[in-house]
DNA sequence: AAAATATTTTAGTTTCGCCTAAATTTTAAT
DNA sequence: ATTAAAATTTAGGCGAAACTAAAATATTTT
């Protein structure tokens, strides 16, 4: 399959938002790609459609398996190209993105297979963001658990630290789970526990030993 | 001033045509542009009105010095491309046009520059064909004069070997200039001189003398 | 020189990706 | 629990770049 290069900045645009957000929304997705809702929702459908995302109208979006896929190929040529300007072409740092903007879009994956290999299978960008992997791996950003996470600092969840189906059964019932963005809007110090806030929903109360479990990466 | 692929696609195919062909016909380009005539048309208005070729309905078309400028900065990207492919990533000599296609659209004209001295200034692509300068100066391809060129094999006129007026005058009443299309239909031994057919055109003979002075390129 | 044929253009549609304005739905505030 | 405000979707349109079918123009043949 293969895709226009706006539908591709989509799939970019909510895999980033979806990073520190698990539902993106409309309105931040046109913010973030510097067009109007109503054009948003046009696409949204289209990419529905074509499997790459779930569309709920009026709650947002997340991408499906393909859709991640798709994703994280696009962030592997856009780094990998910007690798090769400031390495191979000594281009500064700072001046890469916009031209690996477009080089990401060429479309031959044999080329990005080759590139890797000519570049000595770097394993992150001049910005330090890791590169994917051609299977989609990619080394994980520093995570903290949420017992860690200072108040009124935004941040998702990325996992868990225990795999007990008991944690899991708890997390669910409180509507958390990968990439669920969350917030403390209070410390207990009497027990430790936290007073967290999600995106719709009323305060929920988490026990030290339940924080201590949760892993999230701030935003 | 900044392009759409398509519209340098045709930009290109034109330079392509003209070649080998002055006039460059609505036919031609929708074959080579694996396209429909009524397409071209809608599109040769458009590059009209941009100031890059001069349109005459039924007539064909010929490039502008702008339109010219462009073509030959498209082709120095996809041959330098090119080089890149096979030179730095190992590429097969056959198997690196199509990716070349795409990357000839990136726009960065400081891309290109570094790209260039990355690769060492090379004059030729992987197929022998010459790389134009950033200012669109190419390396001409060999030419013969006209009276070398065999029965029946087409070519076009590149250029003349003497610069009087009265030749150009006896040219110009002949319908032939630069870029014009022709071939050898018969050779007279008696004198030397030679008919040949223009398209469009009923035959017409040309003196040892002129064709001698007349440099063309077969196709 | 007229008729036949080939070429090219015009007219009317389609899809993609965007827009504005209006309607709808959700969320926040009283 | 209504109401006000914010977010989102729908409806209708537009330009690019393609298409088909029909009309217009050139060229070739007789």
Redesign the pocket.
Same mark, same amino acid.
């Given at each position: 399959m293969n895709?226009?290069?706006?539908?591709e +900045? /989509?799939i970019k645009a909510i895999w980033r938002l979806q990073q520190s957000d698990a539902n993106v929304?409309? +309105?931040?997705l046109?913010a973030e790609?510097?067009?109007?809702? #109503?054009?948003?929702?046009?696409?949204?459908?289209?990419l529905s459609e074509k499997k790459l995302l779930h /569309? #709920?109208? /009026? /709650?947002?979006v997340t991408l499906t398996p393909e859709g991640k896929k798709l994703a994280l190929n696009i962030i592997r040529k856009h780094r990998l190209w910007e690798f090769f300007l400031v390495e191979k072409l000594q281009f500064n740092w700072d001046a890469v993105h916009d031209i690996a903007e477009e080089l990401e879009h060429v479309s031959s994956p044999e080329l990005i297979e080759r590139l890797d290999a000519f570049l000595g299978f770097p394993k992150a960008d001049p910005h330090g963001d890791p590169i994917p992997d051609s299977k989609g791996r990619m080394t994980s950003t520093n995570n903290i658990s949420l017992q860690q996470l200072p108040e009124s600092q935004p941040a998702i969840v990325t996992g868990v630290g225990d795999q007990s189906s008991s944690l899991l059964e708890l997390l669910r019932q409180k509507n958390i789970g990968i990439g669920t963005k969350l917030e403390i809007k209070q410390r207990h110090n009497f027990d430790g526990s936290v007073e967290i806030k999600l995106r +719709?929903q009323p305060l929920i109360n988490l026990s030290e030993q339940l924080a201590k479990n949760i892993f999230v990466k701030t935003l």
């Open positions: 895709f226009s290069t706006a539908e +900045n /989509y929304t409309t +309105n931040e046109a790609l510097q067009t109007k809702p #109503a054009s948003v929702t046009d696409m949204l459908k289209r /569309y #709920a109208p /009026y /709650y947002g +719709n």
